[in-house]
Nanobody, 115 residues
């Protein structure tokens, strides 16, 4: 069983920045894909960004140019740096990881963008 623990959410004004962190209970390299998804009230969960163990990244169009996904191998932590935040970025953000044929999700961290 893999546990993913997110942190770093909160309230930020439009145009501000936040960095989300995700700490897996296993070596992050054992997770072939890690990423961030989000779910806004009344909407389906959507992919924000993913990173493979090879380092290849994929971003949703809404995240391109504003968000950066990265892994710190020494700290065994996944990050999502979010800049130029907009009210429409308000959502619960979930850390995601795959190991072999299984998928794992964190509990989520709330991000609210409001003035």
């Amino acid at each position: 069983q893999v546990q993913l623990v997110e942190s770093g959410g909160g309230l930020v004004q439009p145009g501000g920045s936040l960095r989300l962190s995700c700490a897996p209970s296993v070596n992050a390299f054992s997770l072939s894909v890690m990423g961030w998804y989000r779910q806004a009230p009344g909407k389906q969960r959507e992919r924000v960004a993913t990173i493979r163990s090879t380092g290849m990244t994929i971003y949703a169009d809404s995240a391109k140019g504003r968000f950066t996904i990265s892994r710190d191998n020494m700290k065994n932590t996944l990050y999502l740096q979010m800049n130029s935040l907009k009210p429409e970025d308000t959502a619960v953000y979930y850390c995601y990881g795959t190991k072999e044929q299984f998928e794992y999700w964190g509990q989520g961290t709330q991000v609210t963008v409001s003035s």
